[in-house]
C-alpha cells in the first residue's frame, strides 16, 4: 500500500481551474476569493514530496484534472442551493493565533509550548 500522489497543485491553481471549468463549460460566472488562512503555518515551506512508487509499478493517470472538475461540479450542481445556502457553515469561523506560550483558539489556550 502506498500513500501517493500523481501531481499536486497550490490552492490558488486548483481554485483557478475551477473558475476555468465552471465558466467555460457550465456558462456562470465565478469569482476566486482569498481568506486569511485560519491556520498558524508558514507561508512557504520546504515540500519535496517522493512519489515514485506507483509510477515504477506502472501507474498512469486516466483523465486530467480538469476532466474530474467538470465531473465534480456536475455532481455537486444539483445540489447548488442547498450549498449556497450553507456557505457560513462552509466559509472558515475559528481562527488559530500564535501567543506567548502556545496557541490559542477562540481565546482559549489549546497548544502549551514547551
Do not use: C
Amino acid at each position: 500500500m502506498f500513500n501517493q500522489f500523481d501531481e499536486h497543485y497550490s490552492v490558488l491553481k486548483l481554485a483557478t481551474i475551477v473558475k476555468e471549468v465552471y465558466e467555460e463549460e457550465f456558462g456562470g460566472i465565478a469569482e476566486i476569493k482569498h481568506v486569511e488562512n485560519p491556520r498558524v503555518e508558514k507561508e512557504e515551506h520546504y515540500y519535496n514530496p517522493i512519489h515514485e512508487n506507483l509510477k515504477k509499478l506502472g501507474f498512469r493517470r486516466t483523465k486530467e484534472l480538469r476532466d474530474e472538475v467538470e465531473l465534480m461540479l456536475q455532481d455537486l450542481s444539483q445540489f447548488r442551493d442547498k450549498i449556497l445556502s450553507m456557505r457560513e457553515v462552509i466559509e472558515p469561523r475559528t481562527f488559530w493565533k500564535e501567543s506567548r506560550g502556545g496557541l490559542v483558539q477562540g481565546g482559549e489556550k489549546v497548544v502549551e509550548e514547551s
